[in-house]
């Protein structure tokens, strides 16, 4: 398999897009232009999944004619409204200086410690299982099966959860829609990629909120954690997740502190964007546009906070559509449930709630996680007074919300072997929501005190 | 923006532990680090699925095909292989255990059970790759 420049083509035209689309939204507003591009390349890449998903849903089979072209257009299309936006602000349409260079040092760090992830990633090319059984798999299927695709949500393929959102499977997708093949190496530069803007989001976005140049020790936390290594390597939904995730509550903290309804519309299009990735981050996605709108209006006079609560809910709404449209018209159903407080052969009971309890609690002290977990549990305790302040509650909120679901959704479904289902599964959910728990308490630990 | 230098006995509790973590991960990081290198003396890249390959140019144009096996599909080795399968035999769906269609691939540890089966079932082999994966037809 050769390597060629033209796996990187379809990832640069997202990036691009996304960044110029940002970069719009903030033309006569201060932001800072490199958390602007490490959000516009997860909008990029989001934006072109859904573009990729409209291909399917038109003409009810890949064209990938339709895809280049429609990427390629959102390209040229986000380039002429931002010169012209440029031009009518009188603004630079390329704002660079030499000294600018300074604040990029951080991305060397990252850069630095990202070295043997890229290395152990392009030898396991094909991911872990549930990239070659689930969203690999996915890719194959939508890649190659012209108007057969919907063999994905055949009751056959249980295996691969046909109810599954299919945002990672359409990214892979939109990439060998360049390529004219199946190459693993489009899959390897989408985790790698999504690793990357998570990672340096976390980063850039804690120097902005702390004013502390500390926060570039985050990014290695997690980049030399071998656990978190492996599971970005594997090719799973789970870092879209993570992603998605970091970028909804770092957005809405933004628009929370500076009543900024630009963050407050980013943060809206990443919820709908995260809500695409998997069943369980369509449930994150519901709970944050719930958590988030009254997170926005808590304790604000409401004249003051209107539009920009206007434009997350308007926001979360539109970027929901896709999520929606594929539960109601594609997705099959969840075939792996049962009901566990209806059913007589496979009852809930207490003891699956002491085994789901007890696993967690394992889970947190597991050596998987190197004690990474105790010491944000020490430091949460140690910073108690800080952790629930006005401009972090999204944070706890959410996190104990999602956990209750969860456990919840846990009990109730009998249809696996519980012990089992969480061995597979839940060391994946809380490696999704590690770095913003990092963002939450690097912030409560660094944040100045409020003269 | 300046950085400035932790204040409280939280902040440098926060330093110390995380730089602790990062030292004692990049420590145990050497460890898959050196067994990549050792792989990649003998393969380039990872490579699943190879007693597959070839097989998709003749199952391709067939939605569904049945998949047999004389092994436990609980048994972790046994579910890969048929993962890998699927894989590289995707978009045709691998029906597992249905014999009831027109081709049908024998995954086999003793090729008598594939032969034993294929006359009780009519079939012939139409193809056999050279790890012993059999593609039979129905007639």
Redesign the interface.
């Known amino acids: 398999?050769q390597f060629t420049f033209l796996t990187y083509i379809p990832f640069l035209i997202s990036i691009c897009f996304g960044t110029l689309l940002v970069n719009t939204l903030f033309i006569n507003k201060k932001s800072d232009r490199i958390i602007n591009f490490l959000l516009g390349g997860g909008i990029g890449l989001g934006v072109s999944s859904h573009a990729t998903f409209l291909s399917y849903v038109l003409f009810n089979q890949l064209n990938v004619n339709f895809v280049i072209g429609l990427n390629i257009a959102m390209l040229i299309i986000t380039s002429i409204v931002y010169v012209t936006a440029c031009r009518r602000q009188h603004q630079p349409i390329i704002r660079f200086s030499f000294a600018d260079l300074k604040h990029l040092w951080p991305f060397l760090i990252i850069t630095l410690f990202s070295l043997?992830f890229w290395?152990?990633g392009?030898?396991?090319?094909?991911g872990g299982?549930d990239a070659?059984?689930v969203w690999?798999?996915k890719a194959?299927?939508l890649f190659?099966?012209t108007e057969?695709?919907k063999?994905i949500f055949?009751p056959?393929?249980w295996?691969?959860s046909p109810h599954y959102p299919l945002l990672l499977p359409m990214i892979n997708v939109y990439g060998w829609s360049f390529l004219g093949e199946p190459n693993p190496l489009i899959p390897c530069t989408t985790a790698a990629l999504l690793t990357f803007l998570l990672t340096g989001l976390l980063t850039f976005s804690l120097?902005r909120l702390t004013?502390?140049?500390?926060a570039v020790?985050?990014a290695?936390?997690l980049l030399?954690?071998?656990y978190f290594?492996k599971l970005c390597l594997s090719q799973y939904a789970d870092v879209a997740v993570g992603y998605y995730l970091l970028a909804s509550v770092v957005c809405l903290i933004f628009a929370q502190k500076e009543n900024n309804k630009v963050y407050a519309l980013l943060s809206g299009i990443m919820v709908g964007l995260l809500s695409f990735t998997k069943s369980e981050a369509l449930v994150a996605a519901l709970l944050l546009t719930l958590l988030g709108g009254l997170f926005l209006i808590w304790k604000q006079p409401w004249k003051d906070v209107k539009w920009t609560v206007i434009c997350f809910l308007g926001a979360c709404v539109i970027g929901l559509l896709p999520a929606a449209a594929f539960k109601i018209f594609f997705s099959p159903g969840n075939q792996t449930f049962i009901n566990g407080l209806l059913s007589a052969e496979k009852p809930a009971d207490l003891m699956r709630v002491k085994i789901i309890f007890s696993f967690y609690l394992m889970e947190l002290i597991s050596p998987n996680w190197?004690?990474?977990w105790i010491?944000l549990s020490?430091?949460l305790i140690?910073?108690v007074k800080r952790i629930f302040s006005r401009e972090l509650l999204i944070i706890p909120a959410f996190i104990f919300c999602y956990a209750g679901i969860i456990t919840a959704y846990y009990f109730i479904n009998t249809y696996f072997v519980v012990d089992w289902w969480l061995m597979v599964s839940f060391h994946r959910i809380i490696y999704a929501i590690i770095p913003t728990v990092i963002l939450w308490?690097?912030y409560a630990?660094?944040k100045k005190k409020q003269l | 923006?300046k950085?400035?230098l932790?204040k409280?006995r939280?902040?440098y509790?926060?330093?110390i532990?995380?730089?602790t973590?990062?030292i004692?991960?990049?420590v145990?990081?050497i460890q898959?680090?050196k067994r990549?290198y050792t792989?990649?003396k003998v393969v380039t890249?990872?490579?699943?699925?190879h007693q597959f390959a070839g097989l998709e140019e003749y199952t391709?144009k067939e939605?569904?095909i049945g998949y047999y096996s004389d092994t436990d599909l609980q048994d972790k080795k046994q579910g890969?292989l048929l993962?890998?399968a699927?894989?590289i035999l995707?978009?045709t769906?691998?029906?597992?255990g249905n014999l009831d269609h027109k081709y049908i691939l024998f995954v086999c540890e003793d090729e008598r059970h594939v032969w034993q089966k294929m006359k009780e079932l009519n079939a012939m082999p139409y193809l056999r790759n050279e790890f012993g994966m059999i593609l039979a037809e129905r007639k």
């Open positions: 398999m043997p290395y152990e392009h030898f396991y090319l094909n299982w070659w059984s690999n798999l194959k299927f190659l099966g057969n695709w063999a055949n056959l393929m295996r691969s120097i004013k502390s140049y500390y020790i985050c290695p936390v030399t954690l071998p290594v190197n004690g990474l010491v020490a430091l140690f910073a308490t690097f630990v660094f | 923006m950085p400035y932790p409280t939280l902040q509790l926060f330093l532990c995380f730089s973590i990062v004692t991960n990049s145990v990081l898959p680090m990549i792989y990649k890249h990872q490579i699943i699925g391709k939605p569904i890969k993962a890998h699927q894989y995707a978009p769906i691998l029906d597992v």
